[in-house]
């Protein structure tokens, strides 16, 4: 059971009585909002409470006596209150087996001497938004299992040396939003297992040497919006794990020759947003790994030859809105893994013509906003041939025929509609895997010339069916490519046979307008999903495409996705890094037919408007306490057509919300008495087609709602008479091909709903003397419903009636029949 009390204009709870709540059975989680709190706390006697929320209730101190006498608690916020200083005797009385204390947006200003050296099962601790300006070295003692640690909006200028010497286990630091100035030598020592370190929004000008060098394993460093000057070479020593550094938004002019040395593994490196002027040649060095660098938004003029020479591995540069002039034939040499290159609003009018030669992987070249000379439009006046291809490095030229690489689509556009060339006749078009997207934008502008422009042949391309805005017909684009394009609502890209389309690059679809429903079938996808400038882009299908992991960098960039399906990938694992970015208002995740074998702890914990999780068709052999939790919004999961065997006690604690469960298919024995612990809401449970041959006493005593149980293609030799009780909404049981011979007297006495039994398929020898009973106590119901103005006979047909519309079969039918002539 799940309980949330909060003071709502019709009722005007203002203060709660704790000992009103002492009544309250099987409570598992209580919410305690803006209501006033009196009395100890009085759950001694709540062997399942877990998670308790008190949140603005004007507690001035640390609430010990409201939650000391609770064991089992594992979750604890306090949050939005007034308290001020916490101490080791004021919280010692909580259970030691707590995991996640949540005490943010309160007005802590000290944490005592050992204050926390209680909790040493704890996992996660926020403290976000509080008062704190000091971390002292006794501070966090004890907490040698934490992994989690957020200190994010405090007003922190001092942290003593060895504050977080314990921390052995930590993970992530947050650090964010408060006024550091300097990070010191000896601020991080003990933190060997950290990941993620995060100190964004700081006032920090000074970094000390060797300041990480504990930090072997931290992979991800935000440095964004503070106040550094100048990089120095011995700043990031020991940073060897390193792979994403995060620089934006600070002063940096300089950066020290072999700055990066030790960064062997970086993989992101973004100096946005700060003041450098020139790249020199020895800037990057040690940067073999190097995919992203992001320099946009300073004022570099120059860039030295051979600056890049050390980035082999590079694969999208970002000097956007800087300050070039010139692109040199020596300025982007050895850069041959380079796919993405974009110098948008610098000031660039000259391009020399190897700039672009060594850079034989390149997809995405962008240089809007530029003074490129407008003569190279007037060159192409007289241009009567166009060619559009995937082959060529650079333009070719002879006079009447031009040939362009197809990534140059967008500058010729604005060619065509702004300055058109006069005797343009005839496009000829080849690309051999696939025709992009912003090549119909393309021709719509080519076909604006009063009709003169013929297109000739497109040769070897793929077919895209488009479903037009306002418009029921669905078009396949094919070799005459007659149709002009209106804008695209709904876009399925597949694997047909025709069209052969094997591989998508993602940036190809960022120009759609108004794109609602995207399908990829059976196609291998590159580059990062360009949705971020699609407001109302919602459904997202992702169909055999050969992936293997969630493919995050791909869904992040939309806001509004309602419906994710991920269907016949080779993905083998879930974990909450890997899905945290799923945006929050996602309501279905279909997520069938792959290889899942593994959801960890919380991997679903942020989906906290998800109404319906499919995970049919996996490979999952256990449910484990901590797969679901944060799914307080669940109302559908299937996990049909796995290899399920074991279902750990409480492992849908969290699904206070769920009304169907589907765990057909699968490999269960054994239903324990524990299993649907929490499942108070539930109405349909299907474990059709198991291995079960027992079901513990009480097993469904949770269900109260329950209206459907589905039993059947099990092993079942025996209804017990404890088999189903507190199941008093049960309308529909079927309990088809098992292996009952005997069921107990009184096996159905508290189905008093029970519209539907179906028993076929089994060995029975009682039934007909438990039957009868059965019709009899239905019958005296009518009676006690309708008065006596009812006839037994008339009951009796009723009864059929009832029978008839459930339409069984076999024997259970003959048995009936036999009963009625008794009555």
């Known amino acids: ?139 966090f003692r004890g907490l040698h299992f934490l992994n989690i640690l957020s200190l994010k909006n405090n007003s922190i200028n001092t942290i003593d040396p060895e504050t977080f010497i314990d921390l052995i286990r930590l993970k992530v630091l947050n650090v964010d939003d408060n006024k550091l100035e300097r990070v010191t030598v000896d601020m991080f020592h003990g933190l060997d297992h950290l990941k993620t370190l995060s100190l964004k929004n700081n006032s920090i000008n000074t970094i000390d040497p060797e300041t990480f060098l504990d930090l072997r394993k931290l ?165 009567r041939f166009l060619i559009i291809s995937h082959s060529p490095r650079q333009l070719s030229f002879d006079g009447t025929k031009l040939t362009v690489h197809r990534l140059w689509l967008r500058f010729f556009g604005d060619v065509m509609e702004n300055n058109p060339p006069e005797e343009l006749r005839n496009l000829f078009i080849s690309v051999s895997k696939m025709l992009r997207p912003k090549l119909y934008w393309f021709i719509y502008n080519c076909r604006r010339q009063e009709e003169k422009l013929r297109i000739c042949s497109v040769d070897n391309h ?61 196609t291998e996808i590159r580059g990062p999903f360009p949705f971020d400038n699609h407001p109302y882009f919602h459904t997202l299908k992702l169909i055999n495409n050969q992936l293997r992991e969630f493919p995050r960098e791909f869904i992040g960039e939309i806001p509004d996705l309602r419906l994710l399906t991920i269907q016949g990938q080779q993905i083998e694992e879930v974990h909450n890094y890997s899905v945290s970015i799923v945006p929050p208002h996602l309501g279905t995740f279909n ?37 679901f939790r944060g799914l307080g919004n669940l ?12 279902i750990d006690p409480e492992t849908f604690i969290d699904l206070t919300s769920l009304q169907v469960l589907n765990v057909d298919d699968n490999k269960l024995e054994r239903l324990a008495a524990n299993m649907f612990h929490g499942l108070g809401d539930l109405e349909i449970l ?4 198991n291995c079960i041959n027992t079901i513990d006493p009480e097993t469904f005593l949770d269900l109260t709602k329950l209206k459907v149980l589905n039993v059947d293609d099990n092993q079942l030799s025996r209804l017990t008479a404890d088999m189903f009780h507190g199941l008093g909404d049960l309308g529909t049981l079927s309990l088809k ?54 006839s037994v006979q008339e009951l009796w047909n009723r009864f059929l009636r009832a029978l008839m519309e459930a339409k069984p079969k076999g024997n259970v039918t003959n048995h009936l029949i036999n009963i009625s002539k008794t009555l």
């Not at 109302?635 to 074991?646: A, P």
């Open 219 to 383: 992979k991800v460093l935000y440095l964004d919006d503070n106040k550094l000057e100048r990089l120095t070479a011995d700043m990031f020593h020991g940073l060897g794990d390193l792979e994403i550094l995060s620089l934006n938004n600070n002063c940096i002019n300089t950066i020290d020759p072999e700055t990066f040395v030790d960064l062997t593994k970086l993989k992101v490196l973004n100096v946005d947003f700060n003041k450098l002027e020139r790249l020199t040649d020895d800037m990057f060095h040690g940067l073999g790994d190097l995919e992203i660098l992001s320099l946009n938004n300073n004022y570099i003029n120059t860039i030295d030859p051979e600056t890049l020479l050390d980035l082999t591995k590079l694969k999208v540069l970002n000097v956007d809105f800087n300050k070039l002039e010139r692109l040199t034939d020596d300025m982007f040499h050895c850069l041959s893994n380079l796919e993405t290159l974009s110098l948008k609003n610098n000031l660039i009018n000259t391009i020399d013509p190897e700039t672009f030669s060594d850079l034989a992987k390149l997809q995405i070249l962008n240089v809007d906003g530029n003074e490129l000379d407008r003569s190279t439009t007037d060159t192409f006046k007289l241009m």
């Open 1 to 139: 059971m799940h309980l949330i009390i909060e003071p709502l204009t019709e009722n005007r709870l203002g203060i709660l009585e704790m000992d009103d709540l002492g009544e309250v059975p099987k409570l598992f989680s209580l919410t305690l909002n803006s209501t006033e709190i009196r009395g100890s706390s009085p759950f001694h006697n709540q062997p399942y409470l877990r998670t308790v929320k008190l949140i603005n209730n004007q507690l001035r101190e640390f609430p010990m006596e409201f939650v000391h006498t609770i064991p089992t608690l594992r979750f604890l916020t306090i949050q939005g209150q007034q308290i001020e200083e916490v101490h080791n005797y004021l919280v010692s009385t909580v259970t030691e087996y707590l995991t996640t204390l949540d005490f943010q947006d309160n007005e802590l200003k000290v944490i005592g001497p050992n204050a926390l050296s209680h909790f040493t099962s704890l996992n996660a601790l926020n403290l976000t938004s509080n008062k704190m300006e000091r971390l002292t070295d006794d501070m």
């Open 635 to 646: 109302q559908t999961l299937w996990l049909k057509n796995n290899c399920i065997n074991t």
């Open 737 to 790: 091909n098992n292996s009952i011979n005997t069921i107990d007297y009184n096996t159905f006495s508290d189905l008093r709903k029970l519209q539907i039994l179906n028993v076929d398929d089994n060995n029975l020898d009682n039934f007909m003397s438990e039957m009868y009973k059965y019709i009899r106590q239905w019958m005296i119901a009518q009676l006690n419903s309708n008065g006596t103005e009812l």
């Open 462 to 522: 793929p077919s895209i069916l488009v479903k037009l805005e306002d418009d029921d017909e669905q078009v396949w684009f094919s070799n005459e490519m007659e149709l002009v394009l209106g804008p695209v609502a709904h876009l399925i890209i597949e694997s047909l046979t025709e069209n052969r389309l094997e591989i998508l690059e993602m940036d190809d679809l960022g120009e759609i307008p108004q794109l609602f429903s995207l399908t990829l079938n059976s």
């Open 686 to 689: 299907s474990l059709n087609n």
């Open 591 to 627: 997520f069938q037919d792959n290889e899942l074998k593994v959801i960890g702890p919380d991997a679903f914990y942020e989906f906290i408007n998800l109404h319906t999780l499919n995970l049919t068709s996996n490979k999952l052999e256990r449910l484990t306490n901590g797969m």
